[in-house]
């Protein structure tokens, strides 16, 4: 059975840093189009980061504060958050496709999820 779980979010300060992980397990992603996804309250879940083999796409709201990397022997994703604004406040899902070469940025277009990790900005 795959699993992806993230960690790593939390309550942090306006300009602060947050990493969040997403450990997979059930199978390997090192060579699947993975990716970052966020729902704030009351919006509709928005693509933030994705990665394949040979790629990285970012969402023009994080680009150049967020970066997206993976660790293929640890089975790890990872989303290492810069300069956090409150706008950034939302729960954060990782997720992967069981197949493919290119970047998707579609939730809808990615296989598995993880349950979500809660990023909380203050002002």
């Known amino acids: 059975q795959v699993q992806l779980v993230e960690s790593g979010g939390g309550l942090v300060q306006t300009g602060g840093s947050l990493t969040l992980s997403c450990a997979a397990s059930?199978?390997?992603?090192?060579?699947?189009?993975m990716g970052w996804f966020r729902q704030a309250p009351g919006k509709e879940r928005q693509f933030v980061a994705a990665i394949t083999w040979s790629a990285v796409n970012y969402a023009d709201s994080v680009k150049g504060r967020f970066t997206i990397s993976r660790h293929n022997a640890k089975n790890t994703l990872y989303l290492h958050m810069n300069s956090l604004k409150p706008e950034d406040t939302a729960v954060y899902y990782c997720?992967?496709?069981?197949?493919?070469?290119?970047?998707?940025?579609?939730?809808?277009?990615?296989?598995?999820w993880g349950q979500g990790t809660q990023v909380t900005v203050s002002s």
């Open positions: 997720a992967a496709r069981s197949t493919g070469w290119d970047i998707f940025l579609l939730w809808d277009e990615y296989d598995y």
């Open positions: 059930g199978r390997t992603f090192s060579s699947s189009p």
